[in-house]
């Protein structure tokens, strides 16, 4: 609740601040040409240094990572555990329905596999391939940004100078308003730029790596407690080992209740 107060009040900050730049500009700070200059020439960059599929996935997915995702601290690992009883007592078929019930996708699927007769090793071989590959899915992502960060300020500049260009190919025949309006289109394709560079591409590159570190720190923890599934360990003791796992809550987040879980809460 804190942190989305925090995000609100920052911001309501930034609009004030843009109202007031509007305000005091008018509508001379308005550069429809410098802003598509940038965005178009930053997109078509991109997709040139990378392939198309990613690059359009990606902005597909940018309002999603906009918003808070769901952490670890909040995940239910009460069906793990019951499957973890089921699967002891030899109940294989209950452990498989009850699987469906685990939200998790990795969790769900390593469940499922730790349930078919594999060995231990081919097991942990599928599981950390999952890993690499959800690795290198975030690398990409987060590479496409950071070059979306440094491809921004660069046609920012690129309008600068046709807008410098246009501005001395006109001295001498052309009044001062067409030389404002050169200087304009000018000056606002760079702040589009740096404003496109900093404020939208760098901080969500930063978020996604962070978010990135905290899912495969996550799901090296789950590797070991599917491993333990398929081991036959008691429920108690993997119930106490994803408790001590599980990361911190954040601050202002309530803690889950409860750091360890334990059989007979399991069963509640």
Do not use: C
């Amino acid at each position: 609740m804190r942190r989305k107060l925090y995000f609100g009040l920052t911001l309501l900050g930034t609009l004030a601040v843009a109202a007031l730049l509007w305000l005091s500009l008018g509508l001379s700070g308005v550069n429809l040409p410098g802003l598509a200059l940038v965005l178009g020439g930053t997109l078509l960059a991109s997709v040139i240094g990378h392939s198309p599929g990613p690059v359009l996935s990606l902005l597909r997915r940018i309002p999603v990572l906009f918003r808070e995702t769901q952490t670890s601290t909040a995940v239910d690992y009460k069906p793990f555990l019951q499957i973890a009883e089921r699967y002891r007592r030899g109940d294989v078929r209950g452990a498989e329905q009850a699987a469906t019930a685990i939200q998790d996708p990795f969790l769900r699927g390593g469940t499922r596999l730790a349930l078919d007769p594999h060995n231990g090793e081919e097991l942990g071989r599928m599981l950390h391939w999952r890993i690499r590959q959800q690795k290198e899915d975030d690398h990409r992502d987060i590479r496409i940004l950071r070059t979306m960060a440094t491809f921004a300020p660069a046609f920012g500049m690129l309008g600068t100078l046709f807008g410098l260009v246009a501005m001395l190919g006109s001295l001498g025949q052309s009044g001062l308003e067409h030389i404002g309006m050169a200087m304009g289109f000018a000056l606002m394709s760079t702040l589009y730029g740096l404003l496109i560079a900093n404020l939208v591409f760098r901080p969500l590159a930063l978020k996604l790596e962070d978010r990135s570190r905290q899912q495969l720190l996550h799901m090296n923890m789950l590797v070991d407690a599917i491993m333990m599934l398929y081991e036959r360990q008691h429920p108690v003791l993997i119930g106490e080992f994803m408790g001590a796992a599980r990361p911190e809550p954040e601050p202002g987040r309530e803690a889950p209740k409860g750091r360890s879980m334990s059989l007979q809460g399991m069963r509640a």
